[in-house]
Protein backbone atom coordinates (compact mmCIF):
# COMPACT_ATOMS: atom_id res chain seq x y z
CA UNK A 1 0.00 0.00 0.00
CA UNK A 2 1.05 4.01 -0.78
CA UNK A 3 2.20 6.28 1.19
CA UNK A 4 -0.91 8.48 2.00
CA UNK A 5 -0.45 11.77 3.63
CA UNK A 6 -3.30 14.31 4.34
CA UNK A 7 -3.28 18.30 3.84
CA UNK A 8 -2.53 18.24 7.68
CA UNK A 9 0.59 16.23 7.42
CA UNK A 10 2.07 18.73 5.01
CA UNK A 11 4.36 21.87 5.58
CA UNK A 12 1.89 23.86 3.77
CA UNK A 13 -0.59 23.21 6.10
CA UNK A 14 1.73 23.75 8.84
CA UNK A 15 3.16 27.03 7.60
CA UNK A 16 -0.86 28.17 7.41
CA UNK A 17 -0.99 27.19 10.73
CA UNK A 18 1.89 28.73 11.69
CA UNK A 19 0.78 32.42 9.80
CA UNK A 20 -2.55 32.11 11.77
CA UNK A 21 -1.20 31.78 15.04
CA UNK A 22 1.41 34.83 13.62
CA UNK A 23 -1.23 37.06 12.75
CA UNK A 24 -3.24 36.46 16.25
CA UNK A 25 0.38 37.41 18.02
CA UNK A 26 0.63 40.12 16.17
CA UNK A 27 -3.15 41.54 15.97
CA UNK A 28 -2.86 41.51 19.84
CA UNK A 29 0.40 43.53 20.14
CA UNK A 30 0.82 46.74 21.54
CA UNK A 31 2.74 47.82 18.21
CA UNK A 32 0.51 46.78 16.16
CA UNK A 33 -2.22 48.34 17.67
CA UNK A 34 -0.96 51.70 17.98
CA UNK A 35 0.21 51.69 14.40
CA UNK A 36 -3.20 50.59 13.36
CA UNK A 37 -4.62 53.21 14.97
CA UNK A 38 -2.23 55.86 13.00
CA UNK A 39 -3.55 54.11 9.99
CA UNK A 40 -7.01 54.80 10.90
CA UNK A 41 -5.86 58.51 12.08
CA UNK A 42 -4.32 59.13 8.79
CA UNK A 43 -7.17 57.72 6.36
CA UNK A 44 -5.24 54.53 5.55
CA UNK A 45 -7.35 52.00 6.44
CA UNK A 46 -7.65 48.45 4.81
CA UNK A 47 -10.48 46.21 5.27
CA UNK A 48 -8.40 42.96 4.91
CA UNK A 49 -6.54 42.31 8.14
CA UNK A 50 -3.89 40.23 6.17
CA UNK A 51 -3.06 43.39 4.26
CA UNK A 52 -3.09 45.01 7.61
CA UNK A 53 -0.58 42.89 9.42
CA UNK A 54 1.18 42.23 6.09
CA UNK A 55 2.02 46.54 5.83
CA UNK A 56 2.70 46.49 9.01
CA UNK A 57 5.45 43.97 9.34
CA UNK A 58 6.87 45.50 5.80
CA UNK A 59 6.84 49.20 7.41
CA UNK A 60 8.76 47.54 10.42
CA UNK A 61 11.10 45.19 8.93
CA UNK A 62 12.15 48.26 6.43
CA UNK A 63 12.67 50.69 9.92
CA UNK A 64 14.07 48.24 11.38
CA UNK A 65 16.30 47.92 8.00
CA UNK A 66 17.14 50.96 7.74
Known amino acids: ?4 STFSDTPLH ?3 HTWEHL ?3 IAASSGFRRW ?10 R ?3 DA ?3 SY ?6 TLAY
Open 1 to 4: MGNS
Open 14 to 16: KDH
Open 23 to 25: KQA
Open 36 to 45: QQEQLESGKN
Open 47 to 49: DDA
Open 52 to 54: RIC
Open 57 to 62: LRETLE
